[in-house]
């Protein structure tokens, strides 16, 4: 017996999300991204939506951890063991006509996500296994949801979503309280809080199927088109799909209204649901040229000068010096996601390699296995030595957090010029296809997540180039802001001084600090950008409460071309 679903129409708030997920019940083709944090309600409303759609109408929820076999179809275990191997379809083929969720999307391993897009594109699944081929219409709403603290998507993933919404649980206390209301009403009598809603439940779908049958016939002028086209100029968005997600998605809004053609205010209505993920922030020329209110001539110390720890209040850009340090290798092993969730192991997140005997195999093989046994026994029924995994090329990335102290102290003989550089050696010489980076800055009183987790290394180097120096050291707020940003695949790379001297909580500013750093447990680098003379050697004391590799920044900037390898931190980090 399966729960009862709670109702769509009971939803409270989320208008953007109910938006987006209602044009996706009319165009099955406007796939939808749904970002936010836990709790916030989006897989309740995913499922909410299958209720809606014309029945049977199944709703399919993919875990993480499903295997290829499963998601995209393989061959009948059963049949094929008794001479007869057919084609099994998988949850692309279960899925049609109805709702496909995708929970966190962003850990799901990439050719799995690149297969499942294209089937969600063109409406057809073509399964082809071991010499054998079969087609499945596989015409379904597709709904992906994350938890961009978990890792990113790849850009040419989060492209193929037609509409994306950024999810956030209400802050308003009557709107939390009507929530908590419906839902305690509804876990003590799901039926008669069904039946209540059941009204305007059958006006949704009432409104869907009107707005499907008039879908085709609803019209939308070249001067539409137009309009839609220089809006997506306007905000430099260059892939063609974001034209024709906001075309499909301005139609079916137009058809969910009853209005018989497109107009300027649906496409305004649906412009940001198709652009949010699409737009890349701060993105500039690839030789930009600094303003001169940003970059101030004013005279620095030589660069022989003793580092007098001095913090000068006005704030400067300085532009990155060219720096050679050597790669860095960190290899993970993790099986559990945050929180405690599980994710799949490393060597399961590729393509398959090739096959090996194993008595307990994770993902079986099975025509390796029949071949093994006919050619062992000259019989299709297979002993438990003739069993045989599938071996998968690893795919998982590392995510590079970088926490980087931008405070007064690193204005000195411009010493914010060799951290930019020795950063973006590190990142150029280390960054894989599937890695992403991430940046938290401190300085002043407070410290700033500069950069969410991203795979567009050159976002990464434009936050970088344009980011001011001067203030002084919130370093506990800076450790406080990145350990919610690690993750089982994270190497975090400290750059300070660890002049640490604004309290987060009121306290002690360095004992602050040196708890928060103690609570981070993830592989780790602290450089030491302290200068010769005179040391304060907080950065040694860090890097031991942190279990992290330490290196001044001499020392990174002069160490052989060998890659620097990270090994596992202590504790079990």
Request: charged letters at 20%; glycine letters at 8%; hydrophobic letters at 45%.
């Amino acid at each position: 017996m399966r729960p009862a679903t709670y109702p769509f129409a009971a939803i409270v708030g989320q208008s953007e999300m109910k938006l987006a997920l209602l044009l996706a019940a009319v165009d099955w083709r406007l796939g939808v991204l749904l970002r936010g944090d836990k709790g916030s309600g989006k897989t309740t409303t995913a499922r909410a939506l299958a209720a809606l759609l014309p029945a049977p109408a199944p709703f399919i929820n993919l875990p993480v951890g499903a295997t290829e076999d499963r998601l995209l179809g393989g061959l009948h275990l059963e049949q094929t063991l008794k001479g007869n191997p057919v084609l099994k379809p998988g949850m692309l083929s279960e899925a049609h006509g109805g709702v496909l969720y995708v929970d966190e999307v962003n850990l799901l391993p990439g050719h799995l996500g690149d297969a499942l897009l294209d089937a969600a594109a063109s409406g057809v699944h073509v399964l082809e296994r071991d010499g054998f081929s079969a087609s499945h219409p596989a015409q379904f709403v597709l709904l992906g949801s994350m938890n961009p603290e978990e890792g990113s998507l790849r850009p040419q993933l989060l492209d193929r979503f037609a509409l994306s919404v950024t999810v956030a649980a209400p802050v308003d206390l009557a709107e939390r309280r009507l929530v908590l209301e419906h839902r305690i009403a509804f876990e003590h009598d799901p039926v008669q809080f069904t039946e209540r809603w059941s009204g305007d439940q059958q006006g949704l779908r009432n409104r869907i199927a009107a707005a499907r049958a008039a879908l085709d016939q609803t019209a939308c002028s070249s001067a539409v088109l137009g309009e839609i086209s220089a809006a997506v100029c306007e905000r430099g968005v260059r892939s063609m799909r974001a034209d024709l997600a906001v075309v499909r998605a301005a139609i079916a809004y137009a058809a969910l209204n009853g209005d018989a053609s497109v107009e300027s205010l649906h496409v305004a209505a649906v412009l940001p649901l198709a652009l949010n993920h699409r737009l890349r922030e701060g993105v500039r020329s690839s030789t930009p040229q600094y303003p001169p209110q940003a970059a101030p001539q004013q005279p620095s110390p030589p660069e022989n000068a003793p580092d007098s720890g001095a913090e000068p209040a006005i704030e400067r850009i300085f532009p990155p010096r060219l720096a050679q340090t050597p790669a860095i290798e960190a290899n993970f092993s993790a099986v559990a996601g945050s929180g405690g969730r599980p994710r799949l192991d490393a060597s399961f997140l590729g393509p398959v390699a090739g096959n090996r005997r194993s008595s307990g195999p994770v993902e079986l093989d099975l025509l390796a296995t029949l071949s093994h046994s006919l050619r062992e026994t000259g019989s299709a029924q297979p002993r438990l030595e003739d069993l045989q995994e599938r071996v998968r090329k690893s795919r998982a990335g590392t995510r590079y957090l970088f926490v980087i102290d931008s405070s007064g102290s690193h204005a000195a003989q411009q010493k914010m010029r060799t951290v930019k550089g020795a950063i973006s050696s590190l990142l150029t010489r280390s960054f894989k296809r599937d890695d992403e980076v991430a940046m938290v800055v401190f300085r002043g009183v407070s410290a700033e997540v500069l950069l969410e987790p991203t795979q567009v290394l050159a976002d990464a180097f434009t936050k970088l180039e344009y980011l001011p120096t001067g203030g002084r050291t919130p370093l506990a707020a800076a450790l406080d802001l990145a350990r919610n940003l690690v993750t089982p695949s994270t190497l975090l790379i400290l750059l300070t001084d660890g002049r640490a001297n604004i309290p987060l909580h009121g306290g002690d500013a360095w004992q602050e600090a040196a708890e928060i750093a103690a609570g981070i447990h993830c592989k780790a680098i602290v450089v030491d950008t302290e200068s010769a003379g005179p040391r304060v050697g907080r950065c040694t004391e860090l890097a031991e409460m942190m279990g992290a590799r330490y290196l001044t920044l001499g020392e990174l900037g002069q160490a052989e071309d060998a890659p620097i390898e990270i090994a596992q931190a202590r504790n079990g980090r």
